[in-house]
């Protein structure tokens, strides 16, 4: 008898080699739909996102807590801070610094604090901030302007570059389709 394989298991280091050979071409691709500005894009990206997720399970991942930092708002600053008993100037001061530049509270470390690296999963999900709990934004309205965010996050998060892969197929069939009228 063997075990059963998770289907959806993410391979980060595949990931890795397939960002450096193709994250140009799809930031160009990108670039051009914020240009372009394709009518129906907002239909077809939560179609694509659902097929994103019976690819991708993100507890074999979670790259994004491992390499980025979430950004805290003031809702979330007291709300997690009061699920942990402390003050939020006590946890401002324990995990994150100010960012000037983009004027955003961010961690300091990286993995995440709160995500346990032996299971992946986050010591403050029911807490957590509103910017986790909406990560990737893979089809949020308008589509069209979360175009820059895939841009950054394509180099981190597998389920956005499987959702860009599924936009330039899906958008090109349309294409096709058209000029075959
Ligand atoms: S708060 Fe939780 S979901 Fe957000 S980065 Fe940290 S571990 Fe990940
Ligand atoms: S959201 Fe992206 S980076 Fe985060 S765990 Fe899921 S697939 Fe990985």
Request: charged share 30%; net charge positive.
């Amino acid at each position: 008898m063997e075990l059963a394989t998770n289907p959806r298991t993410v391979n980060l280091r595949q990931f890795k080699k397939q960002v450096v050979e193709n994250k140009r071409k799809m930031k160009r691709f990108l670039t051009k739909l914020e240009n372009e500005r394709p009518r129906g894009l907002d239909k077809i990206t939560p179609v694509l996102e659902q097929e994103v997720w019976t690819e991708v399970d993100c507890l074999t991942c979670a790259n994004c807590c491992k390499k980025m930092s979430p950004t805290f708002t003031k809702s979330d600053l007291v709300r997690i801070s009061t699920h942990l008993n402390m003050t939020v100037d006590a946890f401002k001061e324990k995990w994150l610094y100010f960012d000037k530049k983009d004027k955003d509270w961010m961690n300091v470390k990286q993995p995440c604090q709160f995500l346990d690296t032996s299971t992946n999963m986050c010591s403050i999900y029911e807490v957590r901030p509103a910017d986790c709990a909406g990560f990737p934004h893979l089809s949020k309205k308008k589509a069209v302007d979360y175009m820059h965010v895939h841009k950054q996050n394509i180099e981190y998060c597998p389920a956005t570059f499987k959702m860009v892969e599924k936009m330039k197929a899906a958008l090109s069939l349309v294409q096709i389709s058209r000029s075959a009228r």
